[in-house]
Structures are given as structure tokens and as C-alpha cells.
């Protein structure tokens, strides 16, 4: 059976390049910058840096630190206040809600009396428009029922006298004063 790479026969592949072949020495390497050596000014001024860096950052992360304890004190006396504030409003709110209640049950109480307090003034009201009504009357007739009571105190004084036996029916009355006359006569009698 054949063998192989995919079945090809070839066992192996190998590429041999050109440069393996020949067996000289590299070429020397390019010029560079040169030998190595220090350079302290350059590195003490980025030392300098990096040590300048990190007293800021210090500096920073303090100041950050001592914000971070105000802010808290802060904070804290805010949070008390406010709960003062909040315990000072409930109690307020409690008195007012109480003061509340207070004056509905009085508006409530005057308003009962205002309407006991109407209905009475209107009775009274009534009473006095009919006692007007009375007056009015008495007044319009008081001639009226003056007259009327003088005359009937006139019949029964008469009828008193024909009671008594005496005679009317030949008496005239011609004047007022023969009428005041008569009527001294029928009293006597």
C-alpha cells in the first residue's frame, strides 16, 4: 500500500534553505547607540518626579481623608437636626390636628345654636308680627268699640230704668246737653 504524506509516498518534506548551506559567519551587527552608561541627571529628575508625584498624591489622599471626616460630621449633624426637625413637626402636627378637631366641634356646637337660635328668633318674630297685627286692629276699631261700649252702657241703663218701672216713650232728646241730662236722669234711677 502506498505510503505516506495523503497517501503519496513521500514520507517526509524537508526545505533546506540557502544560508544553511553556506557555513560562513554571520555578518557583525549594525552601529547602535554605543556602549551603556548611566545617565544620573536624567534619572534623579524623573526620580525627582516620581518623589513629587507621590507627595501629591499624599497630599491629595489627606486632604480627601479630612473632607471625607467633615463631610461625615456633617452629614451626621444633619441627620439629627433633621430628626429633631421631623420630631418637632409631629408634634406640631399633632397639636394642630388636635386644635383642629377642637374648633370643628365648636364650629359644629354654633352651628346647632345658630339654627336653635334662628328658629326661635323666627317664633318670636311671628309672635311680634301678630301682636302687631292685634295692635293695628285695636287701634283702627278703638273709636269704633268706644262708641259701641258707650252706647250699650246707654241700653243697659235704660233697660236698668224700664226695669225699674219708669217710661221712656214720652221723653225727647233734642240736644247734647238734654242728652247728657237724660242720661244723669237714668243713672239716679
Known sequence: PPGGIAGTGISTLVQVSADSQRKEAP??????????????????GVIAMVDLLIKDLDKEMTEAETT?????????????DSAEKRATDSKSLTEKGSAKADMESQLEAHGELKKSSASELMAVMKYTQSLHAEC??????????????????????????ILAGADFSL???????????????????
Open 27 to 44: 555578518a557583525p551587527p549594525p552601529a547602535t547607540w554605543g556602549a551603556y552608561q548611566k545617565k544620573s541627571e536624567e534619572s534623579n
Open 136 to 161: 293695628d286692629w285695636l287701634l283702627q276699631y278703638f273709636d269704633v268699640r268706644t262708641q259701641a261700649r258707650t252706647d250699650e252702657m246707654d241700653s243697659l241703663t235704660k233697660a236698668k230704668a
Open 68 to 80: 471625607e471626616k467633615m463631610s461625615q460630621a456633617d452629614y451626621e449633624k444633619m441627620m439629627s
Open 171 to 189: 221723653l225727647q232728646l233734642r240736644t247734647g246737653s238734654s242728652v247728657a241730662r237724660a242720661r244723669k236722669f237714668l243713672q239716679r234711677a
